[in-house]
């Protein structure tokens, strides 16, 4: 029987329950029954059922029992706990019902061969532990090379392992900020910044550059020349006291070390760029002991947002990038207070502001991305091309443009990392070839405006190559991971060895560009330092799967370009990480070595993944390991038919060995390790 239609239920009159009743007739009206069934009364709680007297007697009942007891078979249970908490026990378990019940109607409509949630990695030292694809077959290599794979894959797992489960370092007595006084013993630092140094800054704001061989340019950063020229007379007035006065040496004083490394590309006289690496360690010094004394806990102010990241600036400048991000998050949070993420349009009057949110958007995204760690800042309501006005003057327009964009498909990246197992793989995939579409966008930018970079900013430019690429790298391993294609991979390889070799241009390039290095060249600060060393891993991997001498050789060059700076322990321990993993490639190629005496070269055993006609599988057409259907880098490499339908000698361990070799990301958290257990030494 049909229920009472809306009509008549609204009426309050008697409906005869036909599908057109006749009062709707009646009324010339459609008859309609839209309305919400009433949801059932819920059961009251048991304790509230009892009644008045009975909870009397339980209560004399239980003022008799002895102490000792908490509890008396007579009374009931109900009596012990209050009616609040039964309700809550009820409340959980028709929520964990209806959780049950909506995860059953979801994976019901999930598409079909893609039911499975999609992966994500919640940290970065679990990522090779977390890897769901796995491969499927064993690459086509030679029987007798099969235990030597093994071995090296053991060995790989064995240091990544071990690089992975590094806990951090305590941010108390031992922090970065602590441990650097000991580098500037016997520095005397002036108790204000001299008006010269003032000066000298305030020149180097205006926008006409010094045309020469080596062109005079400043790093644009968060503080503005109308913020500087502030920041300038105020100290010159000594109307700066307590942490207002703290706040602006740091910012001052951070931007004299920048100005400090743009004046040394002046001169390749010895004894003048030793008095600047002189004055810049003073500067330095001067700011991180201004840094300490500021208070976070003050109240909120711009020049405490500027401050916090030009201290934060200055971290990274010095290779503490864990110190780097923590002084950003202080910062972008600041920012959130201050409300100064909803501003939604540029003006002479929040000019300034709108650089503090950019560069700190810009750090907090790139090194979230590096620590995969949550970001800190939202995301603005203005677009970041927006935020600043364009200076055609300014040598480092273009870069700075470029690595902003870069940064923006960082921080999606990031969301796929921290929260893609909460989404379908087919999301996950189709949010991925987005960022491809983007990274494509981005290299058409870049070839556009490759003609028009200057000699003096010839590093940076091949620095932003070496992102770029790197980060096309960890898009493409996003999406392999996901929706693996032959393609993809092809491309991952290549992206991996262009990253690579642009970071070799600037190792060749140092000796033509004068400048103060100290103990370790600071183009790793924006490079390897700040970015994932992901192109270097991932070659790694390639040459243990096919052998190829072309990427071992480019490994090796790699990491003898680094070998040179061993006057810094994060070089250093960086350069025991990566010689480490080259050095569990050396049997293979000793080997191949020997059998080239009584047979082929290695490019015929060991074919390169550049030589194969890939052959990829659909899901649904390949046996899963534990009903997982996906497809490996084995199947990609495979150009047999027949080999994918041979069982693998080694097993689906070795593949797994592979995948997760493939899929680890090494934190920061191996700076301060000892690989001399690795390295044989």
Same mark, same amino acid.
């Given at each position: ?13 008697r409906c005869?329950?036909?599908a ?14 839209d ?7 819920k ?12 909870r009397?007697a ?7 029992q ?6 008396s078979p ?10 609040n ?7 959980e ?7 049950l019940n ?8 999930a598409?079909?061969g ?19 694809v796995?491969?499927q ?21 064995d240091l990544?392992e071990?690089v ?5 370092l305590?941010l108390g ?22 008006p010269?140094l003032?000066?000298?800054?305030l ?8 045309i020469g ?14 913020s ?12 700066a006291?307590?942490q207002l ?27 003048l760029?030793?008095?600047l ?20 806990c003050?109240?909120p ?5 500027q ?9 990274q ?15 972008a949070r ?15 009057d ?25 970001m800190?800042l939202?995301e ?24 902003s964009d ?21 999301e ?15 290299h ?5 405006a490759g003609h028009?970079i200057i000699?003096?900013i010839?590093?940076?430019w091949?620095?932003?190559?070496f992102?770029y690429?790197?980060?096309l790298?960890d ?5 392999l ?15 991996a ?19 103060i290095?100290?103990s ?19 070659l790694?991997?390639?040459v ?8 071992? /050789? +480019?490994?090796? %060059?790699?990491?003898? #370009?680094? @070998? ?8 250093? $321990? ?19 070595l ?5 047979g ?9 993944v550049?030589?194969?006609p890939?052959?990829?599988l ?7 390991v ?8 084995s ?5 047999d038919?027949? /080999? +994918?339908a041979t %069982?693998?000698?080694? #097993?689906? @361990? ?8 493939? $899929?680890s990301?090494l ?8 690989m001399?257990s690795?390295?044989?030494?």
């Open positions: 029987m049909l229920s009472a239609c809306d009509l008549c239920h609204s009426r309050k009159v005869d329950r036909q057109i009743c006749a009062n709707c007739v009646d009324a010339r009206v459609e008859c309609r029954r309305r919400r069934p009433k949801a059932p009364s059961p009251k709680a048991p304790s509230s059922i009892l009644s008045l007297g009975e009397v339980n209560l004399e009942r239980l003022t008799n002895p102490r000792g007891n908490s509890h007579n009374v009931p249970d109900a009596m012990y706990t209050e009616p908490n039964t309700n809550e026990s009820d409340k378990t028709s929520a964990e019902r209806r959780k909506a995860h059953t109607t979801r994976s019901e409509s598409p079909q893609h039911a499975e949630w999609a992966t994500a990695s919640e940290d970065s030292s679990h990522r090779a532990k977390q890897a769901k796995i491969l077959n064993e690459l086509s290599i030679d029987n007798d090379l099969i235990p030597d794979r093994r071995t090296i894959l053991r060995s790989a797992l990544v071990k992975a489960n590094r806990k951090n305590d007595e031992s922090s970065s900020l602590r441990m650097a006084e000991t580098h500037y013993e016997g520095i005397e630092v002036p108790d204000l910044p001299p010269e003032l000066y000298m800054l020149r180097e704001q205006s926008p006409t550059l010094n061989k080596y062109v005079q340019v400043q790093w644009p950063d968060h503080v503005t020349g109308k500087l020229e502030k920041m300038a007379i105020r100290l010159l007035n000594g109307d006291h307590g006065y703290h706040q602006l040496c740091v910012c001052i004083y951070v931007k004299a070390v920048c100005h400090v490394d743009q004046l040394s590309r002046l001169s390749n006289n010895a004894t760029l030793n008095r690496l002189g004055s810049k360690k003073v500067y330095e010094f001067a700011a991180i002991r201004a840094l300490k004394e500021i208070d976070i003050t109240t102010s711009f020049t405490l947002v401050s916090l990241i030009s201290g934060a600036k200055l971290m400048q010095t290779g503490r990038m864990d110190q780097c991000w923590v002084l950003n998050s202080y910062a600041l920012i959130v207070a201050l409300n100064y993420h909803e501003i939604d349009h540029l003006t002479p929040n000019e300034e502001i709108l650089s503090a949110v950019f560069w700190c958007y810009y750090l907090d995204r790139t090194l979230s991305s590096l620590f995969i760690r949550p800190s939202p603005p309501c203005m677009p970041l091309d927006q935020m600043h006005r364009k200076d055609e003057s300014m040598a480092y327009g273009t870069v700075v443009e470029i690595i870069l940064a923006q498909v960082q921080g999606e990246l990031l969301d796929i990392s921290l929260n893609g197992k909460r989404r379908y793989a087919t996950i995939s189709a949010r991925c070839e987005h960022l491809r579409s983007r990274m494509h966008g981005i058409n930018k870049m070839e556009a028009s000699d003096a010839v590093n940076e091949h620095g932003t190559e992102c690429y790197a980060i790298v898009v493409l391993r996003a999406q991971k996901h929706d693996p294609k032959a393609a993809a991979y092809k491309e991952c390889l290549s992206a060895r262009t990253s690579l070799r642009a970071f070799q241009h600037i190792q060749n390039n140092l000796a033509d560009v004068p400048g290095e100290g370790y060249p600071s183009f790793l600060t924006w490079t390897v330092f700040l970015y994932p060393l992901s192109p270097f891993f991932v790694f991997c390639n243990v799967r096919t052998a190829d001498s072309g990427d071992y /050789i +480019l490994l090796q %060059e790699v990491t003898q #370009g680094l @070998s040179q700076y061993t006057g810094n322990t994060d070089v250093m $321990n960086m350069l025991d990480l990566l010689m480490a993993l080259q050095k569990l490639c050396e049997p293979l190629f000793q080997t191949a020997s059998q080239n005496e009584q082929p070269p290695v490019s015929a055993t060991h074919p390169t550049d030589s194969l890939y052959q990829v659909a899901p649904d057409t390949v046996d899963g534990g009903g997982v259907q996906a497809i490996g880098l199947t990609l490499g495979a150009a038919p027949q /080999i +994918l %069982e693998s000698p080694l #097993g689906s @361990s070795t593949d797994e060995l592979m995948w997760q070799l493939f $899929n990301q934190p920061l958290g191996w700076y301060d390790m000892d001399s690795f390295n044989g030494q």
